[in-house]
């Protein structure tokens, strides 16, 4: 007996010593509930993909926490005119993470030629990037020398340089592509975090860039943090008991249940839960329902219609959402984004519903309607009570539940004829919410996943490259093209909620909802 609890008296010494370095590093948790299915920046078109890509790469520019656009490794730029023409000068101090892809001197510097190469990879039709269409308005790419990068553009366009803000615009070594698909095992990037190892569908670890290129106002070298946790628990009720059990660092849009728990009627956070620190912004996020209208958009045009005005959305975000969102009425650009053409398009009207239902039926002879709708089991509390408000109206709403992973690819695939979706702003202007319903954006060339067209639609949105348009008139009538033939019904605008652990200093958040962990520490 004595034997025994010495030996375990040696063990547990053993174990204390072994853990002891990991407890002292300053490691940030968190949890990507619906999983991360790439960590290549040309796959990076959904924010579960884009928070770890943000933290491996760097790109051009970057926008910063009130989306003004910044520079990252280009330290500054020049736009001509006359040749509609970019010239980034790019920082000279810029290296890889170290890998033994670049031989006996483990990394080299980031020149422009990286950016010619990683910028054609995305071009790649073999590489089927859904980002591809970024650069659909560039003529040519340019390496005037090491740190001279110019990108000439077909015609004028007033968003080129937020689209360079994407993470798809990242840059790459080309030895992490070109030899062995290198880059599918051990991302490469310049970012404040490098890859350390990925057990799908269990936890991805990312360490600290000890030779990381940013520092503080201070002159202190970035990042604050040792590493990244990130884990994949599937359901957001268990990730909220692992943030309250102090295993996660923050939680990222807590489910409405959890909203309900947390928050009051007006939205403000409940006394019982004053320990927790929490970072509320608008968010350029539309929640929306989608009908694929590829054979419909004329014959079920009133029926969209009245559907659109069977909903009361101020009543849903109100009860369902803690007044935590603003309730869609104007269209499928958020609030932040609309202020020039805010009219309220989706309001709710019994009577104008039944209307339109009416003029549905007598060109339809229908009598008994049934919708089949799909989402994912986030959602099911609102599509319920759309559920309810269709049924005033005499429709039945079937709700089909299916994991995010399998709504996503339907919906890219044209499977569904109604689902659940959202479009987050990949750069700050409208006309990113518009390229859902450009004909030449069809999935899966681009987003238009309601497989939308319309003539007219298509002229307006070509002239938003005219720098002489009255942009916010376009847009205005965009707007109401959508509605007119409704190809979505617009639900909530979203507002992104962070619940962090009080021993994190330095968060902050934009209105793309951006994780940006070079300038967080841990206490």
């Not at 003029?359 to 309607?369: A, W």
């Not at 299916?402 to 006309?431: C, H, M, V």
């Not at 238009?448 to 949105?461: A, E, L, P, Q």
């Amino acid at each position: 007996m004595k034997y025994i609890f010495k030996s375990l008296f040696l063990l547990i010494i053993l174990v204390s010593c072994h853990k002891l370095p990991e407890k002292n590093l300053k490691i940030f948790k968190y949890n990507e509930y619906s999983n991360i299915s790439s960590l290549d920046p040309a796959f990076s078109s959904t924010l579960r993909n884009m928070w770890p890509c943000n933290q491996l790469y760097n790109g051009l520019v970057k926008l910063d926490n009130n989306l003004k656009i910044k520079a990252d490794i280009a330290k500054e730029w020049y736009y001509d005119d006359k040749k509609n023409e970019y010239t980034f000068i790019l920082n000279d101090d810029v290296y890889f993470h170290k890998s033994e892809i670049f031989g006996k001197d483990s990394t080299r510097k980031v020149i422009s030629k990286d950016f010619v190469n990683s910028f054609n990879r995305l071009l790649n039709k073999q590489l089927a990037s859904p980002g591809s269409w970024i650069f659909k308005n560039v003529s040519e790419f340019k390496a005037i020398n090491d740190t001279v990068l110019k990108i000439s553009l077909k015609n004028k366009s007033n968003s080129f340089l937020g689209k360079l803000t994407m993470k798809y615009s990242s840059v790459l070594p080309f030895e992490s592509w070109n030899e062995d698909k290198q880059l599918n095992k051990i991302p490469i990037g310049t970012g404040p975090f490098i890859f350390k190892k990925w057990d799908k569908n269990i936890k991805l670890v990312l360490r600290k860039n000890d030779n990381y290129f940013k520092y503080d106002k201070n002159g202190k070298k970035l990042p604050y943090l040792d590493g990244i946790a990130i884990s994949f628990i599937p359901d957001k009720k268990s990730e909220f008991m692992e943030f309250m059990s102090g295993n996660l660092d923050m939680i990222n849009s807590p489910e409405n249940s959890i909203i309900e728990l947390l928050f009051d009627i007006d939205g403000k956070l409940k006394n019982d839960y004053d320990n927790i620190n929490v970072i509320k912004k608008p968010y350029l996020n539309t929640e929306y329902l989608g009908f694929n209208t590829n054979n419909s958009l004329e014959s079920e045009k009133y029926l969209r219609l009245a559907i659109n005005h069977a909903i009361d959305r101020k009543k849903m975000i109100k009860y369902l959402r803690q007044n935590v969102g603003y309730p869609a009425l104007s269209g499928i650009v958020p609030t932040g984004l609309n202020d020039d053409f805010f009219y309220e398009r989706y309001f709710y009207d019994m009577d104008l519903a039944k209307e339109n239902l009416n003029k549905y039926l007598e060109q339809n002879e229908n009598e008994f309607i049934q919708i089949n709708v799909v989402t994912d089991a986030q959602y099911l509390d609102v599509l319920e009570f759309i559920q309810s408000e269709l049924k005033k109206i005499n429709i039945n709403l079937k709700i089909e539940i299916t994991p995010p992973s399998i709504l996503r690819q339907g919906k890219a695939n044209g499977k569904y004829n109604f689902f659940r979706a959202s479009w987050i702003a990949d750069y700050p202007n409208p006309e990113n919410y518009f390229d859902l319903f450009y004909s030449k954006n069809k999935t899966p060339n681009g987003p238009n996943y309601t497989y939308f067209m319309n003539k007219k639609y298509d002229s307006v949105y070509d002239n938003l490259k005219d720098k002489k348009s009255n942009i916010e008139k376009s847009f205005e009538i965009l707007e109401n093209i959508i509605y007119d033939f409704s190809p979505i019904i617009p639900l909530y605008y979203d507002m992104s909620i962070r619940l962090i652990d009080n021993n994190i200093i330095g968060m902050l958040n934009n209105a793309i909802n951006m994780l940006n962990l070079e300038g967080v520490e841990k206490l």
